[in-house]
């Protein structure tokens, strides 16, 4: 870290309750592993845990439709940490399937047809990669969108079957941004392109001043249902419980 860009008061205190809270999920929920989208969120947990060499695996869901400057941060991960984090990938069958039933792209036709791509390429990795583990955490923040505005920073996530932490829920975009600096973190270098909110390729666009963080993304359907299934529960709607906020 360079002097200049140390971090401020408020953000040592962010940053000391990150590392605190990831230790205590490594000891009490081992094993526990941390699900990368690779997004700015995501780097600082991943910073935050290889960088304090916490036992907490990290791995990222390769769906076959990134970008290839998502891929790129893959690369800049094993050339910052000295070490590479595993890519989960979609059944080739289920996909092939998808694609001569339905089409390649039809995820553009029906909110049905957007969730069942996301099903077979994130949503079924996902399970295998979590299966055998104790809790797996994510890089969400509540103010990305308005299916997020209650996350939970800690909750059983019923879906998968164990706990579900949300280290940075009430972080702001600022914050994160300033952890990225202070570390010299890689990022995405879509971010700088005005992309806010990153996942498959085709999904994803820019977004323009005043619109939410996460308007880029599946930007043809509605607010509501813009969720993959990776953090929705039993019902449908994403994991809201806060009855373990003081976990902070
Ligand atoms: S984000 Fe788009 S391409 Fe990626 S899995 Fe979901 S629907 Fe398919």
Redesign the pocket.
């Known amino acids: 870290m360079n002097a200049d860009n140390r971090p401020e008061a408020n953000l040592r205190a962010r940053i000391a309750a990150l590392e605190t809270l990831l230790a205590r999920i490594a000891l009490e929920y081992a094993p526990a592993t941390f699900a990368s989208s690779l997004s700015i969120e995501d780097m600082v947990i991943t910073d935050a845990i290889l960088r304090n060499k916490v036992d907490i695996s990290v791995f990222a869901l390769d ?1 076959g ?1 990134l970008h290839g400057d998502t891929l790129a941060v893959l690369d800049a991960i094993g050339a910052k940490y000295g070490s590479s984090i595993r890519t989960w990938h979609p059944e080739p069958g289920a996909v092939r399937q998808y694609i001569t039933v339905h089409g390649r792209d039809a ?1 553009y036709t029906s909110v049905d047809l ?1 969730k069942a ?2 099903e ?3 949503v079924e990795p996902l399970r295998r990669a979590l299966a055998g583990k104790r809790a797996w955490l994510t890089g969400m923040r509540r103010e990305q969108s308005v299916t997020r505005s209650e996350l939970a920073l800690q909750a059983f996530d019923a879906v998968f079957g164990l706990e579900k932490f949300n280290p940075l829920a009430d972080w702001s975009e600022t914050e994160v941004w300033a952890y990225l600096r202070a570390y010299e973190v890689p990022h995405n270098a879509l971010y700088d392109q005005g992309y806010r909110s990153i ?2 390729a ?2 994803s666009r820019p977004v323009v001043a005043g619109e939410d963080v996460r308007a880029g993304r ?1 930007w043809w359907e509605q607010p509501e249902s813009k969720e ?1 299934g990776l953090h929705v529960g039993p019902d449908g709607k994403l994991q809201r419980s806060k009855n373990k906020e003081s976990a902070a």
Request: with cysteine; glycine share 6%; net charge positive.
């Open positions: 769906t439709r995820f957007r791509c996301c077979i390429r994130k996942g498959c085709p999904c599946w993959c």
